[in-house]
């Protein structure tokens, strides 16, 4: 697949680039996995004397080594001795780069924990020592949330305060998703558009996945997804096992929950059986897996919250593979498939509304996107999406079939919400899949 859109990262890391040639520079990109941090790197220095280095989970000898190779094919230098460790590499790197301007790129650098944890204190200290003197631009990428907050901003840490620069690679904008699709399908339908979303969320590796084995259909995503070997059958459990560790089951039940539609803390504690409150706070925060999501209006630290798994893909995979694995581990890739089918049109209908907030808040046209409900259940709207700046309003209802939407019913319950709304010039609307 081509590479796609990323214009802005593109300049941000040009910008850093020529900042380098005349100050040393430290960046951070992260990102969830797949998301195209890599691809993104390797493009943006593809005309630039680069080395890219691959932190894989061996011993520091054999992976020095390996980074010895590598500067010496990428670089054309000649690192003296035999580089047995990682301090010793990146001096001679730091010293190099004061005759000869070069961008280091150190990918899944918070592997660095697994092979040697002392390494982070020497990079700290070679980096304060150096790069003065040095024209370096030093960009590291990670995919570990938890551990990449600890390495960069835990103030008792080596690294903490060492940055130059943070960027964080989202995964791409719904018309970048219509854009990759209609180059492969000129022809597709909203439904195709709608189960691509809901199987990548925009993530380039999924997308990828996808349109090289043909599959830009809903019929054809679905039947890849499903099919015995998937990568998409595996990939939620190897994002994540990394990330929570030996308490990964506990994380997983309550994401399982909240994908399931079980989106208060009360009602996941009911099935659960005990307190999870820390859970989802870790969910949050350390992890930011989840979003805490308060109906738009509502005060400051209201407990009226509904959790929502922030990563489409996620949300499809517990909801359905992770739920099933019973029937994956017995071989019924076919009674799968059916399930998935069977729970498809009401999973995308939440789905759509989450593609809409997206698309709505791409465009940039309005400063406040969010949903209405009230404690009760009886006044609930999908969609308010407000511009402070031009004092207008657009309050939506969106459902797969346009024709059950009521305009006359979802403005009367919007009337509960007739003082905040006072100031703002309301246009009601009915979103469908053939608005995508």
Known sequence: MKFYDRKEELSVLEDILV?????????????RRRVGKTSLLLKAFENEPHLYLFVSRKSEVL???????AAEQSLGIQILGQADNFKDLFEQLLIYSRQQHFTLIIDEFQDFERVNKSIFSDIQDLWDRHKDKAQLNFVVSGSVYSLLVRIFENEKEPLFGRLDAKMVLRPFAT????????????TYQPEDLLCLYMLSGGVPKYLSLLMNAGACDKASMLAYTCAAGS??????????????????????????????GKTSQQEIDSVLGKVSSSY??????????????????????????????????????????????????SGRNDLLLELVEKGYENFTGRTLEDYFRAKLSEEGRFTKIGSYWD?????????????????????????????????????EKSLVLKSELSKYDVKYQALSLEDM
Do not use: M
């Open 280 to 329: 989802l706070q870790n969910l949050d925060i350390e992890y930011s897996l989840v979003s805490k999501n308060r109906p738009l209006f509502s005060k400051l630290g209201s407990r009226n919250v509904r959790w929502q798994i922030s990563d489409c893909y996620l949300r499809f995979w517990f909801n359905f593979v992770y739920a099933h694995q019973f029937v994956i581990e």
């Open 375 to 411: 404690r009760g259940g009886e006044n609930e709207i999908d969609l308010i999406a407000l511009s402070d700046l031009e004092k207008n309003a657009l309050i939506a209802e969106i459902k797969r079939n346009k024709n059950r939407i009521s305009l006359r019913k979802l403005q």
């Open 231 to 260: 990568p998409f059958l595996s990939e939620g459990k190897e994002l994540l096992v990394s990330e929570f560790g030996k308490d990964y089951s506990i994380y997983f039940s309550v994401l399982q929950l909240i994908a399931s």
């Open 19 to 31: 900042r380098s040639k005349s100050q040393s520079q430290f960046t951070l990109l992260s990102g």
């Open 63 to 69: 992976l020095c080594r390996e980074f010895q190779q």
């Open 175 to 186: 018309s970048t998703i219509k854009e990759v699709l209609a180059d492969h399908s000129p």
